[in-house]
């Protein structure tokens, strides 16, 4: 399973899959979700969650992303226009984002 084309339509990022499904992703969603050590946080050598959370200082900028890059064959790497691109979504996630509705 792997994005034939990706696409910003409106507020949504539109995903044609090469097995001929479709998935639509709300972007506020896709950016809230960022699966980065900056945004879900990160596991210290004890256990410990610490997570900045720079999702509360996020902007209008924050959702309207600028492009990506795929990262091998198994995820896509966001830029978002607020500068953030640390982020990586495989594409299972991606695509059980798009049943969900985001």
């Not at 990022?13 to 998935?23: K, V």
């Not at 924050?62 to 896509?76: K, L, M, N, R």
Request: hydrophobic share 35%; with cysteine.
């Amino acid at each position: 399973m792997r994005p034939e084309r990706i696409e910003v339509v409106g507020s949504f990022l539109a995903i044609r899959w090469d097995d001929g499904e479709e998935s639509v992703i709300s972007l506020q969603e896709l950016r809230r979700a960022c699966p980065c050590a900056r945004c879900a946080g990160e596991v210290d050598v004890t256990g410990r969650l610490h997570v900045l959370d720079q999702r509360a200082a996020l902007t209008d900028r924050s959702f309207q992303p600028t492009g990506w890059e795929f990262i091998g064959h198994y995820a896509v790497q966001p830029r978002w226009a607020d500068g953030h691109d640390t982020g990586i979504f495989t594409f299972e996630r991606l695509r059980e984002m798009g049943k969900t509705g985001g």
